[in-house]
């Protein structure tokens, strides 16, 4: 049964917070390493600012636990009129046999949910209910055994006597894993295979919680539904919310024109032998010389695997696309740090270092992790671009300092993570990063941008989000040379972010030339009256004109959101 729910006649405030509340199937996964993901951390990438979401689903939970350990006290003391909160609770309640979590359906778990509602309410915000969302459970038939019982009926029905908006997650979850059929549903959860992943050595068959690419499908369902109720928070919703569920049926494609398929690759590295090479490097080194700007690109798919190796891109090979299957499982990593001795004696030095070194022009990576794997040792570069018009879409950066070094050229990131300490993000190139997160594991500096004199662009990040480990504080940049230009616009901010927000290291000469802004940030770490004050002011206007094509244009006009 589906709940259309059309009597609201809400004003949404300028910046609503939706908060999530539930279990492990919704929770945040802070380890990137380990493929869990939960659909609430993924749906916040759904979401534009000035729109927030605070996640406080919690692996294990009932609605019996979560009120029991204060965690729905903590909710309610922040909600503000017009906030939001998404309830989704049930395979906690399920069991009975646990006195901690389990509830009876028709009793205290339709108790918790009414109070959740009413408390919701109280504070002028607006509850969301969600059905438990499907186990993955197949008889011999091939049939699709439901698991919850009760209680979706129990949310359904308590829905339609409140009149709240239902999320049918239940249902559509079902609909999508009968859909994928018995193998391919596997991929919506934890299955996978020793040495699949670097850091499970044992196998993993887990038919509840998910996968980064099933974490998403959910992630965009919820969305759809949003859209389907018409809910006023639809508006915070990305555009592309309303079709993001059928795009990712699979992997979404790169750089493709509308209603086009992802090209067949023209090589396949895989680790076990199963494809044409077993090196990246190899199937690179062995790609056509290509260089011009309309030359089809050649296409490498990688495999799920941890690839040991250095990767470089000569000049002559750029037009390359490098595909892999999910960043989360497919991996290059190597560890070489600023502080080896090299054959001459001395420190081999930060620009020696990268796992991927790239030289080419027009090259595209897509659903990688570039890690090194140094530590913290000092400088160890993941990745270095000295190519022009360099893409990267749904990758992974992992490094310590200095992670990222764009030398030079243009380069556009999107729905890219990129994590590190010191600097980590540093360089003279011109580079877009579109709803990117940015993570800090200790006290530092997000960026030391080195742009050029005279250049109109450094750094551009483009509603996009900076987190950090517990406990650390970190300006979002310091000018590595003294024209460094960094933009953060619309971005989610956390409270690791200094109120300040920008240093000047050590150089009071370059508060004069820099240009560091940040417009329309939000969450705790937006405090635009506390900014440094030699930090430049961004009108509306100003900052309508920074998107991805209009930064990145050049003499050619290069348009990284075009095929």
């Known amino acids: 049964m589906l709940i259309v729910f059309l009597g609201i006649a809400l004003c949404l405030t300028a910046a609503p917070t939706v908060y999530l509340v539930g ?9 990137l390493d380990y493929p869990e993901r939960g659909w609430g951390q993924l749906f916040r990438e759904l979401v534009v600012p000035p729109a927030v979401v605070d996640n406080h689903a919690q692996n294990g939970r009932s609605t019996k636990s979560f009120i029991n350990e204060k965690r729905w006290d903590a909710v309610v003391a922040k909600l503000q009129p017009d906030d939001w909160v998404i309830i989704q609770f049930g395979h906690n309640d399920e069991k009975i046999d646990k006195p901690a979590v389990g509830t009876d359906p028709h009793g205290a778990y339709r108790d918790n949910l009414l109070r959740f509602v009413k408390d919701t309410r109280a504070h002028g915000a607006h509850p969301v209910l969600a059905t438990s969302v499907a186990r993955r459970k197949w008889n011999d038939a091939a049939e699709l055994i439901p698991t919850h019982g009760d209680y979706p009926d129990v949310v359904r029905a ?29 991929k919506l959860h934890l299955w996978f295979t020793p040495g699949e992943l670097a850091s499970v ?16 499908r959910v992630a965009a369902l919820a969305a759809a539904e949003i859209i389907r109720l018409k809910l006023p928070f639809a508006s915070f919703l990305r555009p592309d919310a309303a079709s993001i569920v059928s795009s990712l049926l699979a992997p979404r494609p790169l750089l493709l024109a509308p209603g086009s398929s992802p090209p067949a690759p023209d090589a396949t590295v895989a680790a076990d032998g199963s494809g044409d090479y077993t090196s990246l490097q190899e199937a690179i080194s062995k790609a056509p010389l290509r260089t011009g700007a309309s030359d089809p690109r050649w296409v490498i798919q990688v495999k799920p695997g941890t690839y040991r190796e250095r990767i470089y891109v000569q000049r002559e ?22 502080g080896l001795i090299g054959l001459d004696g001395n420190p081999i030095g930060t620009f020696a270092t990268p796992t991927v070194q790239i030289d080419g022009d027009g090259m595209v990576w897509e659903n990688l992790t570039l890690a090194n794997t140094a530590g913290p040792v000092g400088q160890a570069l993941a990745l270095r671009a000295d190519g022009d018009r360099l893409v990267f879409r749904r990758c992974r950066f992992l490094g310590w300092q200095d992670t990222m070094l764009l030398n030079r050229g243009r380069h556009y990131f999107e729905d890219c993570y990129i994590e590190g300490h010191v600097d980590f ?7 877009y990063f579109a709803r990117c997160e940015i993570h800090a594991l200790r006290d530092g500096y997000l960026t030391a941008a080195s742009t050029p004199e005279g250049t109109p662009h450094g750094y551009v990040f483009a509603d996009c989000r900076v987190t950090a480990d517990e406990g650390v504080k970190t300006y979002l940049g310091r000018p590595w040379r003294n024209y460094a230009r960094t933009v953060f616009l619309r971005t989610e901010l956390s409270a690791a972010v200094r109120a300040e927000g920008w240093h000047n290291w050590g150089k009071p000469a370059a508060e004069l030339t820099t240009f560091y802004a940040d417009y329309a940030s939000t969450g705790p770490g937006a405090n635009a009256t506390a900014r440094a004050p030699w930090a430049k002011p961004l009108s509306e206007a100003d900052a309508a004109t920074l998107t991805a094509p209009a ?13």
């Open 158 to 186: 308590l829905a339609a006597d409140e009149k709240v908006p239902l999320l049918e997650l239940e249902n559509l979850t079902t609909e999508l894993e009968r859909s994928l059929g018995v193998e391919g549903s596997k």
């Open 551 to 563: 930064v990145l244009a050049g003499a050619d006009a290069w348009n990284p959101l075009l095929p």
């Open 425 to 431: 993000i540093f360089g003279g190139a011109t580079a």
């Open 317 to 338: 090979r750029g037009r390359i696309l490098v595909r892999g299957e999910d960043h989360a499982t497919t991996i290059i990593a190597f560890d070489l740090h600023a």
């Open 201 to 216: 050595t044992k196998e993993l068959r887990d038919d509840t919680h998910y996968s980064d690419y099933g974490a998403r």
């Open 23 to 31: 279990d492990s199937t919704m929770s945040d996964k802070p380890r």
